[in-house]
């Protein structure tokens, strides 16, 4: 296995914003969508964006909510987008058509929480945080090439190191929890960008999967309650959240810094197919194993690396290879 995950020397730290990364990136006339772009880090990456000059589409569940949100902001519309129901994938694939698509970025997620399934008795974080995006992405190849240089960008996590994939059941029909469910549909986003640059590179079109960092204050962690936020070492004794970028602890304008940068930078002109933190490309762990969260076991650690599982490219084949059949 070619090991591509070498950091860069980018010069941007993790206490970096958007407003560092873009500074001198002008985007203006390329066409971007975000999905979930009306809150936490996807409103954080829909403005900066918007700010550079870019056209920007925001994918939302609920329009109305999502266009309050971003109501203000120069060349951004809102369209319906529900990633655990195929037919609206379809609907917004179909709305958007051929128009050249430059950066795709599959920010949408959903975290922890109790069994979920769709209607197809898929595992509900899987099935959003990967599938969905699987649906999506290939429904807008067209639009992809069209740009003539695209990139697509998987707002993964550090929390990949949870779970590998379950390829024996992935949708959980046994030993449901849905922190390791997490971990999995965070493995399979940097998986699939590994994937998706291998086969779609040549059409000029790179992938990329991140860790933007801990953010408490997005929506993504509803399932967790503000004990245990703090039982993570996440927010002090006032429920306030803890800002400390060089212990993973960021902004919402630094924690999306990372998927910005990966959508914009000149500096990954020549790379992809690469997992990144803190604006950079990230180390490989290469013999790293999943690992469990103790709530009463002190405040989390996470590193910047990324898993050797996570980066395989026979299972980023075998993944692609499974999703395919599962979204037919």
């Given at each position: 296995?070619?090991?591509?995950?070498?950091?860069?020397?980018s010069?941007?730290?993790?206490?970096?914003?958007?407003?560092?990364?873009l500074a001198?990136?002008?985007?203006?006339?390329?066409?971007?969508?975000?999905?979930?772009?009306?809150?936490?880090?996807?409103?954080?990456?829909?403005?900066?964006?918007?700010?550079a000059?870019?056209n920007?589409?925001?994918?939302?569940?609920n329009?109305?909510?999502?266009?309050?949100?971003?109501?203000?902001?120069?060349?951004v519309?809102?369209a319906?987008?529900?990633?655990i129901?195929?037919?609206s994938?379809?609907?917004?694939?179909?709305?958007?058509?051929?128009?050249?698509l430059h950066?795709?970025?599959n920010?949408?997620?959903?975290?922890?929480?109790?069994l979920?399934r769709?209607a197809?008795?898929?595992e509900?974080?899987?099935?959003?945080?990967?599938?969905g995006?699987f649906?999506?992405?290939?429904?807008l190849?067209p639009?992809?090439?069209?740009?003539?240089?695209?990139?697509?960008?998987?707002?993964?996590?550090?929390?990949?190191?949870?779970?590998?994939?379950?390829?024996?059941?992935?949708?959980?029909?046994?030993?449901y929890?849905?922190?390791?469910?997490y971990g999995?549909s965070?493995?399979?986003?940097?998986?699939?960008?590994?994937?998706?640059?291998?086969?779609?590179?040549?059409?000029?079109?790179?992938?990329?999967?991140?860790?933007?960092?801990?953010?408490?204050?997005?929506?993504?962690?509803?399932?967790f309650?503000?004990?245990?936020?703090?039982?993570?070492?996440?927010?002090?004794?006032?429920?306030?959240?803890?800002?400390?970028?060089?212990?993973?602890?960021?902004?919402?304008?630094?924690?999306?810094?990372?998927q910005?940068?990966?959508?914009?930078s000149?500096?990954?002109a020549?790379?992809?197919g690469?997992?990144?933190?803190?604006?950079?490309?990230?180390p490989l762990?290469?013999?790293?194993?999943?690992?469990t969260?103790?709530?009463?076991?002190?405040p989390?650690?996470?590193?910047?690396?990324?898993?050797?599982?996570?980066v395989?490219?026979?299972?980023?084949?075998?993944?692609?290879?499974?999703?395919?059949?599962?979204?037919?």
């Open positions: 296995m070619t090991n591509k995950q070498h950091p860069i020397g010069g941007f730290t993790a206490a970096n914003t958007t407003t560092d990364v001198g990136i002008d985007l203006t006339g390329r066409n971007a969508i975000v999905t979930a772009g009306h809150v936490g880090l996807g409103l954080e990456t829909t403005r900066a964006l918007s700010h000059g870019a920007v589409v925001v994918g939302s569940r329009p109305d909510t999502a266009a309050s949100a971003v109501a203000g902001l120069d060349r519309r809102v319906q987008l529900d990633l129901d195929p037919a994938i379809e609907r917004f694939v179909a709305g958007y058509g051929n128009t050249a950066i795709l970025i920010n949408a997620g959903i975290m922890g929480g109790d979920v769709d197809r008795g898929y509900a974080q899987f099935a959003t945080n990967h599938l995006h649906q999506l992405t290939s429904g190849l639009a992809l090439r069209a740009a003539n240089g695209a990139r697509v960008v998987e707002v993964s996590s550090w929390g990949h190191h949870l779970s590998d994939i379950r390829w024996d059941d992935p949708h959980f029909e046994t030993d929890d849905g922190i390791t469910a999995q965070k493995t399979a986003n940097v998986l699939f960008a590994v994937e998706l640059d291998r086969r779609w590179s040549g059409d000029g079109i790179r992938g990329y999967a991140l860790h933007p960092g801990g953010i408490v204050s997005t929506n993504l962690g509803s399932a309650t503000l004990e245990d936020w703090r039982a993570m070492g996440l927010i002090d004794d006032n429920d306030q959240p803890i800002i400390d970028p060089d212990r993973d602890m960021k902004t919402p304008q630094q924690g999306a810094s990372t910005v940068f990966a959508a914009t000149p500096l990954l020549d790379i992809g690469v997992y990144l933190a803190n604006n950079d490309v990230s762990e290469a013999d790293a194993t999943p690992v969260i103790d709530m009463g076991g002190g989390l650690e996470t590193t910047p690396g990324v898993t050797g599982y996570a395989n490219p026979e299972s980023a084949q075998r993944l692609w290879e499974l999703s395919g059949k599962l979204t037919a």
